[in-house]
């Protein structure tokens, strides 16, 4: 059974950084799309970024290119989400999500294994 346990969220303020994980168990050569979404209060979940095990794709959101870098650590089967450049509109609760097959997407409904979720507070 596949688990994802994200990790590394906080408070920080404007224009700081963070850096989340997401530790797989329990099957993860099996897994080949790796994603970060993320659900503010009151708001759909959204697609932050995409990644494939070997990292060579990448896919983020128009709102978080370029301040967001998301990576892969395959000995220690550990996704990463680096966030630098922090801004209150990223205060969300982050999710770390995991497919079989090497779709990419953004589509949350493409995604069969999710974390519990990590908070991310932004302060201003």
């Known amino acids: 059974q596949v688990q994802l346990v994200e990790s590394g969220g906080g408070l920080v303020q404007t224009g700081g950084s963070l850096r989340l994980s997401c530790a797989t168990s329990g099957g993860t050569f099996s897994l080949n799309t790796m994603g970060w979404f993320r659900q503010a209060p009151g708001k759909e979940r959204e697609f932050v970024a995409v990644?494939?095990?070997?990292?060579?794709?990448?896919n983020y959101a128009n709102s978080v290119k370029g301040r967001f870098t998301i990576s892969t650590d395959n000995a220690k089967n550990t996704v990463y989400l680096q966030m630098n450049s922090l801004k209150p509109e990223d205060t969300a609760v982050y999710y770390c999500?995991?497919?079989?097959?090497?779709?990419?997407?953004?589509?949350?409904?493409?995604?069969?294994?999710w974390g519990q979720g990590t908070q991310v507070i932004v302060s201003s």
């Open positions: 999500a995991a497919d079989r097959y090497s779709t990419y997407s953004s589509r949350k409904e493409m995604y069969s294994y």
């Open positions: 990644i494939n095990w070997r990292g060579t794709n990448t």
